[in-house]
């Protein structure tokens, strides 16, 4: 899996990395599979806190106006399929979410980066959206994601790509 590299200041169109990963809701999904719809792709840290459940949450809120908009809406983070199943019971999610335990979907679209916490450095997910056209080209994506609100502006940008 070649590596993408994005740029989100000067951002050109690029063909999405394929990958096929464990589904919470069962099998596996492929993005090769989903040629011919709109895909969001949000990669995030981890299941269970704080920042993570509010983005979850409010793409969950908003599943089904994605779906209106025949638009496949993902999360992806390196938890496991227990962990996920954990999350979509505890706070009662909409929502289909990709173990990448390996990371190496997370690393080919180059969001596995050092991070630090209390001056301590680690690898971990950035949190990043990708906005994915039916042909497999991204058009958009945002870095270092806000959480509030977040996913009604992809919600938004996805009806301005569409429109």
């Not at 969001?40 to 704080?50: A, G, I, Q, R, S």
């Not at 050092?114 to 450095?121: A, D, P």
Request: with cysteine.
């Amino acid at each position: 899996m070649a590596k993408a590299q994005i740029n989100q200041n000067e951002f050109e169109p690029f063909t999405a990395p394929d990958f096929t990963l464990p589904s919470s809701k069962g099998g596996e999904v492929s993005l090769r599979d989903l040629k011919g719809q709109w895909v969001v792709l949000f990669f995030y840290p981890k299941d269970n806190t704080e920042g993570c459940t509010i983005e979850a949450r409010e793409f969950s809120a908003l599943a089904g106006e994605f779906g209106a908009l025949d638009t496949a809406l993902f999360g992806i983070s390196k938890d496991s399929l227990k962990k996920h199943a954990n999350f979509i019971n505890k706070f009662d999610l909409n929502l289909t979410l990709l173990a990448d335990e390996s990371t190496q979907t997370i690393q080919a679209y180059g969001l596995w980066a050092e991070k630090t916490l209390y001056g301590k450095k680690y690898m971990g997910t950035e949190r990043a959206t990708l906005l994915i056209d039916p042909d497999g080209m991204v058009r958009k994506v945002w870095r270092n994601v806000k959480v509030g609100g977040h996913a009604a502006e992809v919600l938004s940008a996805l009806k301005g790509f569409k429109s």
